[in-house]
């Protein structure tokens, strides 16, 4: 008996294609939708893997319902292990929310593989004006909270992105690697420049924790400092104490 066969015990019969078209398909019922889920869970093919990630593209009410059905794609997909990995990769380069793809990788892949598989999408980005920039900016917030010897450069090409805010994040991951003597002077020479005021502040509160000096651009530096920064003698940035 095959897949077909025994989902049609259970209403949930019917060629692989209308199972791909059913559980993708807002306007479905919500039980068949479910039973076209469990099928393509069940086929476990990358074709089934597509077709189950197309789910995470729209929201239903009421929302217990979209969790289970969302919760149900999840789980079946993770549980397919390396053979999801390239339906996902494949998804990820074009869908409008990372926020599911990533939380898969997560869930699959140990440190070293999740960050690698971060890098490679975000390699499929340039720095030029975009519409709406928030794939770049929620790949490289998940950076911020990862050390890894090949993040500072990744994130360091998005110092020149057209939106402040990738700017920003881009600027807060390269600081996390806390790896001064790849990163001092470049960020240095991006802060002298740099228009946007929280980009500088991010930049300047980095150095100052990060206990970096700002030797090669002091009189640069010194001329954009905000009220209540300073430099002292040994060029390192001491910021103002905040909430008194």
Not at 26 to 40: C, K, P, V, W
Not at 58 to 73: Q, V
Not at 177 to 199: F, N, W
Not at 214 to 235: F, N, W
Request: net charge negative; glycine share 8%.
């Amino acid at each position: 008996m095959g897949l077909s066969d025994l989902f049609g015990l259970f209403g949930g019969g019917g060629s692989f294609k209308k199972h791909v078209e059913r559980a993708s398909d807002r306007r479905a019922q919500a039980l068949d939708r479910m039973a076209s889920i469990e099928f393509l869970v069940a086929d476990g093919s990358p074709e089934a893997v597509a077709a189950l990630l197309k789910r995470f593209r729209f929201h239903i009410d009421p929302s217990i319902t979209d969790e289970e059905e969302m919760d149900r794609a999840f789980r079946g997909i993770v549980a397919l292990g390396e053979d999801a990995l390239e339906p996902i990769r494949r998804y990820a380069r074009s869908a409008e929310n990372l926020v599911w793809p990533l939380k898969m990788l997560d869930e699959m892949l140990e440190e070293e593989s999740y960050i690698g598989e971060i890098l490679d999408i975000l390699s499929h980005f340039d720095t030029d004006y975009e519409r709406d920039p928030q794939r770049k900016i929620d790949l490289l917030s998940l950076l911020e909270e990862h050390a890894d010897a090949r993040i500072a450069e990744a994130a360091s090409r998005f110092l020149e992105d057209a939106n402040e805010t990738v700017r920003f994040h881009a600027a807060g991951a390269v600081l996390h690697q806390a790896d001064e003597a790849a990163t001092r002077e470049p960020l240095l020479a991006h802060l002298v420049k740099e228009e946007s005021v929280r980009i500088r502040n991010r930049i300047l509160d980095g150095f100052a924790g990060l206990g970096w000096g700002v030797q090669g651009q002091r009189a640069e530096v010194e001329k954009l400092l905000p009220k209540g920064y300073a430099i002292d003698r040994a060029g390192l940035v001491k910021v103002p104490v905040r909430g008194k």
